[in-house]
Structures are given as C-alpha cells and as structure tokens.
C-alpha cells in the first residue's frame, strides 16, 4: 500500500506537535527549578538574618548578667569589710560553752493494749471557768457516738475530766447528754459521766440504761492493797443492757498495764464474752488472760448468776477451779473458793 502526500503531511505535523510539547516541558521544568532556588537562597537568607540577631541578644545579655554578678561582689566586698572593721572596735568577750548533762529518760510503763499509760495528762488549767460540765458533755459526746475509744481515753485522762467526775463522788448523780422522755429523763441515746472517772454511751428507757451501750471506767492514779488498780488501767463492758445492769450478751474487757505483772504474778484477765445477768456471769463463758511478756491464753467457764461450775474439786486446800484452758483441759485457773459468788462486773453491782 503507497503513501499519499496528504498522509506524509499528517505524519509530519504530527511530529512537529510532539517536538514542540517536549520543548515546552523543558521550558516549564526551568522556570520551575529558578523560582525553587530563589526561595531557597531566600530562606537561608533569613535564617542567617534571625541567627545572627539571637547571637547578639545573647552577647548582650551575657554581659549585662556578668556585670551584675561583679558589681553583686563588689557590694558584698565593701559590707564584709565594713563589718570586720566594726568587729576589731569592738571589746574581745570570752566565749564558754555549757557543758552537756545527759538527762535520763524515765521508762513509760507498757501495756497490752498499744502502750496506753494511766496518768492524768497535764495539758490546760481544769479551772478555766469555761470548762463547764455542759462544755465537756458537748465536748465528749461525737467521740462516744462514733465510739472512737482512743479519744476517749485521751479525754477521759484530761484534768478537767478528771475533776468533774471527782465532784460527784459520793452524790450518787450523774451529769447527762442526750435524748430526753417527756420528763426530762434519759431516754433514746445519751452519754452519761459517773464518779470514779466512769461513763456510759448508749442508748436509755425512761432514765435507766436499756438496750445497747458501753461503760467505761479508768483506773487513774488509782491502786489497791494488791495492785490491781496498778495493773488494770481500764474496764469496759459493751453489749446488751437492761435495769441498768448488762443483761445478756456482752463483752467485758480490760486495759492491762504487763509492765506491772512479774513472772510469780501470774496471769491477768483481760477479756470475758458471753452472757451476762444483772451484771454477772450466767451462762458459757469465755475468757482470755495476758501474762508479764504478753503471752495471751483462751479459757472456758461455766456460770449460773455468778456461781461457777467447778472443773476440778480443790475445797481441799480451800480453792476452786473455774476456768479451763481451752487447747489443754489439765490446765485450770483457781479462786478462793469463797470468792466464788457474784462473779461479773462487781463495780455495777455497788
């Protein structure tokens, strides 16, 4: 097949298009590259600009510091001088020093229950004329409500606790805070303060404790014939209440001082659960004691309004044994049998 003119005519503008596209993509390319470049050279023009104008700020502010530090040395200079020379005006004192005396520590007695001590705290005048019985009342009663015994026996070992419940000796009063009947008796939930350092917390029917609610006692400064005050800081009893006596379950506890026991005291009772009649024993009880290097044991007794049942008979040598130890039933703690009556929380029963 031969080609025409007219088709070597196409082919030829064909080829000319296509050389002239080529030649004005070069073009484009160039252009595109110089305007690249000058921003380039742009750019790096200001960076040496900005650099060059931290480099003197910075010169400035080195030597404006440094100056202010020679200048600082200078005035601290001229004043120390200033002093020595004031100093070699002055007289010469001769200096002594106090001897060092060694002053020994008094031992702080121990107890079993987190190193309570049972002293009177010296802390305020307890004749402030603010310190009345309505202040303290108001004072004691959200700690006994929340029953947070720790500051409750904070309190109680203040002066002026101290001193409010001495004035009730032997009045047979009390001083009250709480719930009143229509009578004005204690009647719902109330805190009372006892003489003899003695408060009850809980709850009251027509003016006698019934229901639930904790005595407490402290043994402050107090001590016996055979030291049990001494060793005994505290009682509590926290349970059931009627008649103003416990009456049914409860806990009896003690704060014992073993700093005080010795090795041929023996062992104290430090806690009795079970059930409680008119303030005594009656019914399964259980016991625990604490000897003078903390060693606690657990005992079982039986009781009928305060009378034990004997686990062993001893009338022979004028004992009875009322608590046996629970791990080894050979072991028994003894009384005199005399004393085997009215077995509970005595100082209630007065």
């Not at 004192?93 to 009177?120: C, L």
């Not at 044991?297 to 009875?320: H, K, N, P, Y």
Request: glycine residues 8%; hydrophobic residues 30%.
């Amino acid at each position: 097949m031969k080609l025409t003119d007219s088709d070597n005519d196409k082919k030829w503008d064909e080829r000319e298009e296509q050389r002239e596209g080529i030649l004005q993509k070069a073009v484009t390319t160039r252009v595109l590259l110089g305007i690249i470049a000058v921003l380039l050279i742009f750019i790096l023009v200001l960076l040496t600009i900005v650099v060059s104008s931290r480099k003197n700020r910075q010169e400035e502010t080195d030597s404006d510091l440094q100056q202010t530090i020679t200048d600082y040395a200078k005035e601290q200079q001229e004043m120390e001088e200033q002093v020595l020379s004031e100093e070699e005006k002055k007289p010469a004192v001769e200096q002594t020093v106090p001897e060092e005396t060694e002053e020994e520590e008094e031992e702080e007695p121990v107890s079993a229950d987190n190193e309570k001590t049972a002293i009177v705290v010296d802390v305020e005048d307890e004749n402030d004329e603010a310190y009345t019985k309505e202040f303290i009342l108001k004072e004691a009663y959200p700690y006994f409500a929340d029953n947070k015994q720790d500051a409750i026996w904070d309190l109680a070992h203040l002066k002026r606790y101290v001193k409010l419940s001495k004035g009730l000796e032997g009045t047979g009063d009390y001083y009250y805070q709480g719930d009143v009947d229509g009578e004005g008796k204690p009647h719902g939930k109330g805190l009372a303060i006892y003489e003899k350092n003695s408060y009850y917390f809980g709850d009251w029917s027509h003016g006698v404790r019934s229901g639930k609610g904790t005595w407490f006692r402290f043994y402050i400064n107090q001590k016996n014939k055979n030291n049990a005050m001494g060793v005994y800081m505290s009682h509590i009893y926290s349970g059931d209440w009627a008649d103003n006596l416990p009456n049914g379950e409860g806990a009896e506890h003690y704060d014992v001082d073993i700093s005080k026991l010795t090795s041929t005291k023996g062992r104290m009772l430090q806690n009795v659960v079970g059930p409680f009649k008119n303030g005594l024993y009656n019914g399964d009880m259980y016991a625990n004691t604490v000897d003078y290097i903390g060693t606690v044991q657990e005992w079982d007794g039986i009781a009928q309004e305060g009378v034990f049942t004997l686990w062993r008979d001893m009338s022979a040598i004028g004992e009875c044994s009322v608590w046996r130890n629970k791990d080894d039933h050979s072991l028994c703690l003894d009384i005199d049998k005399s004393e085997n009556k009215n077995q509970g929380i005595r100082e209630l029963l007065k």
